[in-house]
């Protein structure tokens, strides 16, 4: 592997994340497709496709023995798995209490059109709804719960790598190497750079002219 100058391999994978972590991740992957499949019985076609992207990534991090599941990409998906669960938290605390639904119709005539809206509140989990009413109320529910998993489990596999990600103190390393191997050829360790003295003008010994 080529490694650009300048650039760190990346840390190496945990064994703790390999041997007991990546069964959390197997069941946050059922979850996440789980969920996908919830959405589009649900009638949002659009979230269960995020689902579905989401359980792809997680794939992608648990294949060939989590070779992929690095400090960045655990950071980057918890945070986004952090927001999501803090706006189905809100959204879930809306709703709580009861769902309404609103049945909109139109009457009058084509110079006088008036359009009725009726709204009906219903509990959380109504029966006489049907399928499709109480299987929402399901992915409401269970969305921040998978996403908090989620954030969980990103946490802990990245607090199981003996590095940080914001640890970068010895950037300026290779710059005072780089004065510190000058010194050998004449210049100062300190990095400051020695220059021969200038010409010294109207010095020398004097001649006396002769007539």
């Known amino acids: 592997m080529v490694i650009p100058l300048g650039a760190e391999p ?3 994978i945990p064994e703790v994340v390999k041997t007991r972590h990546v069964y959390g991740w197997y069941l946050v992957l059922l979850l996440l497709a789980g969920l996908a499949m919830a ?5 949002d076609a659009f979230a269960g496709l995020i689902f579905l992207i989401m359980a792809g990534f997680v794939i992608y991090l648990v294949q060939d023995a989590c070779k992929h599941m690095t400090m960045y990409c655990l950071f980057m998906l918890g ?6 669960c803090f706006f189905d ?3 879930l605390m809306s ?5 309404e639904t609103s049945v909109s119709s139109v009457q009058g ?5 008036t359009v ?3 709204i009906t509140e219903h509990p959380f989990f109504d029966k006489s709804m049907g399928q499709q009413y109480n299987t929402q109320s399901g992915v409401i529910l269970a969305s921040p719960l998978v996403m908090l998993l989620l954030a969980s489990m990103c946490y802990l596999s990245y607090n199981a790598f003996s590095e940080s990600l914001f640890d970068h103190d010895d950037e300026a390393g290779p710059i005072y190497e780089g004065w510190g191997a000058g010194a050998r050829y004449g210049t100062q360790a300190s990095g400051e750079r020695t220059q021969p003295p200038p010409p010294r003008l109207f010095e020398g010994h004097g001649h006396r002219l002769s007539t």
């Open 39 to 43: 959405q589009v019985a649900a009638g």
């Open 95 to 99: 709703v709580l209490g009861g769902r």
């Open 79 to 84: 945070i986004m798995a952090t927001f999501q």
């Open 116 to 118: 009725i809206t009726r």
């Open 109 to 113: 005539t084509e110079d006088n059109v």
């Open 10 to 12: 990346p840390a190496a």
């Open 89 to 91: 938290t809100l959204a």
